[in-house]
């Protein structure tokens, strides 16, 4: 039987305190494959792994949870719980955009740290109060590199992680230490994410709407015409259903000269193939992260050139809009950076780095008023009425979150 994804979760945190590798031993799939990542040795992309959660039901809790479809301890054969996707996102604070992105389609969040450094550090700040801004509020937090540390040092990082949290989405948050490198603990962690992170309820009946966080074309160099095959996107299905043979609109889309003049237009095509969860299936619904196959000229989807579009049936979709208006809300001090400072009001002419879904832009603050402002944006997005969006301003030599602000057209 062919069991999609239900839910997304994210796994946040400062760089190098172990979500990739976290990743890999719930999965068995590391998830830095581009080639700078690589050899880098960070996340730089947001990466993507299906588990299916299993149970042995002639062993106790939390022995009786594994990915494993023999059970390690009893041999016996074990029955499947749900899929879960997990979405891996990079911790360096030069790619808190790409966070911002991955944040928009996570169900829920692991917030990693690292036993073996303070807490907390800059990115770990940052990722909370980025999960604080994009609305994402049920949160588990894994104690990393245990194994690392003395029982002392162990017992004084949990205290340091309680004080952190106070206040904040994670307040109440279970703090499970584990050490990825070892899988220790990792079946106690699953039994926590069946307890706590249940499958959000979504709408089938609506119009289908998804949110495009990667796209590619998966043809070889030199492939001849007649083999050549059209662009995949990939996202997550926020609502509705889609199936093979369905038309497919994705905006904002392209720009396109017309009449001299330099404008955006859609992108239309058909649904040629659909995979969820590593298997090809006929169609898909809301929860997890899947691809779409589709007739579109594979040039139009490679390298992530489609990533912050939204797709659905053609005519269903919001308007592509340049300018609108913004009710900000900022947070009191500038998180990710040493020297903290008040977050001072916006000013006009002033840039921002805007989040919207899975899109990131530029908006130009043209009018900035008590309890509104008004942006253009270099990049056009799709948005919707009371949409909810990330802001953050330039500090220094990076763009550091700021708080959110509420769409108003």
Same mark, same amino acid.
């Given at each position: ?56 039901? !002639? /062993? *106790?809790? %939390? $022995? ?10 009893? &041999?016996?054969?074990?029955? =499947? ?36 450094? !303070? /807490? *907390?550090? %800059? $990115? ?10 994009? &609305?994402?509020?049920?949160? =588990? ?269």
């Amino acid at each position: 039987m062919k069991i999609q994804s239900e839910i997304n979760i994210g796994l946040v945190g400062h760089v190098d305190h172990g979500k990739t590798t976290l990743t890999k031993a719930l999965s068995g799939i590391w998830t830095d494959t581009h080639s700078e990542e690589t050899k880098r040795g960070i996340s730089i992309r947001l990466g993507y792994a299906d588990i299916t959660f299993r149970t042995c039901n !002639k /062993c *106790p809790a %939390p $022995q009786c949870y594994t990915t494993k479809e023999t059970c390690e301890h009893c &041999g016996s054969k074990t029955e =499947i719980l749900r899929k879960v996707s997990f979405v891996d996102s990079p911790g360096h604070e030069t790619l808190m955009a790409t966070m911002l992105s991955g944040a928009a389609i996570m169900d829920g969040a692991i917030l990693v740290i690292g036993a073996n450094e !303070k /807490c *907390p550090q %800059p $990115q770990t700040k940052e990722h909370l109060m980025a999960l604080d801004v994009i &609305g994402v509020s049920n949160v =588990i937090v894994v104690q990393n590199k245990i194994d690392t540390v003395s029982r002392e040092r162990a017992i004084e990082n949990y205290h340091e992680i309680k004080d952190f949290v106070k206040g904040t989405c994670a307040e109440e948050a279970p703090i499970i230490p584990v050490s990825a490198q070892q899988s220790a603990n990792i079946d106690v962690l699953i039994e926590v994410i069946q307890q706590t992170m249940k499958t959000p309820r979504r709408s089938l009946r609506k119009s289908p709407r998804l949110y495009v966080a990667r796209s590619f074309d998966i043809n070889k160099p030199g492939s001849p015409p007649e083999k050549i095959k059209g662009g995949i996107i990939g996202g997550s299905l926020v609502q509705g259903k889609f199936h093979i043979g369905d038309e497919i609109e994705i905006k904002p889309g392209i720009q396109i000269k017309n009449k001299g003049k330099l404008e955006w237009t859609s992108l239309e095509s058909k649904i040629i193939g659909l995979e969820a969860a590593d298997e090809f299936v006929e169609d898909v619904g809301p929860g997890g992260l899947i691809g779409i196959g589709s007739l579109l000229d594979p040039a139009l989807t490679k390298a992530d050139s489609l990533s912050g579009s939204i797709a659905g049936k053609p005519g269903t979709l919001p308007e592509t809009i340049q300018e609108f208006t913004i009710e900000p809300h900022l947070l009191e001090r500038v998180v990710g950076v040493k020297n903290e400072t008040d977050v001072e009001p916006i000013r006009s002419s002033e840039n921002l780095m805007i989040n919207i879904a899975t899109s990131t832009t530029i908006g130009l603050v043209t009018s900035a008023r008590d309890k509104e402002i008004d942006v253009t944006l270099k990049l056009p997005v799709c948005a919707d009425d009371g949409q909810r969006v990330a802001l953050s301003r330039r500090v220094g030599a990076r763009w550091r979150l700021i708080g959110y602000g509420i769409v108003k057209l």
